[in-house]
T-cell receptor
């Protein structure tokens, strides 16, 4: 079985400060990890993914994420938050070794960036 | 602007109505998906099509009937829905080299159809 946990329902940061949205996962095989963002009344937008290689992955809009195998984490980060980053963020995982396991989403974290 | 287009954006229907949701993509993706999303919750997978064939049905009630007429289009036919079916219905697509069950490709989502059942 595969699972994803986003331990924080909401993260509040001030504009210009660094932000971190946490994600931990569990898979029996190789993790394929994704971050998506959802703005109000919109679909999910792909931000970045980790498949293999460098543990630090850079994505859209200045976001990056660090894959940590020992801690089974894939936290999303940005050095300087913008008010426009306020949205709902989903971490997702699938097991790259075991066929038949489709994408599993975390519960989502609402990011609020205040001016 | 998203590259996956869904119509209509909003739909209100009675429990005895028949309606259809439509999804279109022109990215050459051969895997297409239907998700259901309740407010402030993650999307729940309903169906997956790979090369126009139904690959996965996540035990969805028969009042939801998917159809993939060609590689660019995906429909979801609705009949005799219940109030609890009210939700945002999202379509997505991804590259698929004939192995959607092992794919590491990201999914591209449309903006969804917000469905309300009276």
């Amino acid at each position: 079985a595969q699972s994803v946990a986003q331990p924080e329902d909401q993260v509040n940061v001030a504009e210009g400060n660094p932000l971190t949205v946490k994600c931990t996962y569990s898979v029996s095989g190789n993790p394929y990890l994704f971050w998506y963002v959802q703005y109000p009344n919109r679909g999910l937008q792909f931000l970045l993914k980790y498949i293999t290689g460098d543990n630090l992955v850079k994505g859209s809009y200045g976001f990056e994420a660090e894959f940590n195998k020992s801690q089974t984490s894939f936290h999303l980060k940005k050095p300087s938050a913008l008010v426009s980053d306020s949205a709902l963020y989903f971490c997702a995982v699938r097991d790259g070794r075991n066929a038949g396991n489709m994408l599993t989403f975390g519960g989502g974290t609402r990011l609020m960036v205040k001016p | 602007d998203t590259e996956v287009t869904q119509t209509p954006k909003h739909l209100v229907m009675g429990m005895t109505n028949k309606k259809s949701l439509k999804c279109e993509q022109h990215m050459g993706h051969r895997a297409m998906y239907w998700y259901k999303q309740k407010a402030k919750k993650p999307p729940e997978l309903m169906f997956v099509y790979s090369y126009e064939k139904l690959s996965i049905n996540e035990s969805v009630p028969s009042r939801f009937s998917p159809e993939c007429p060609n590689s660019s289009l995906l429909n979801l036919h609705l009949h005799a829905l219940q109030p609890e079916d009210s939700a945002l219905y999202l379509c997505a697509s991804s590259q698929d080299e004939g192995r959607v069950r092992r794919s590491n490709q990201p999914q591209h989502f449309g903006d969804g159809t917000r469905l309300s059942i009276l």
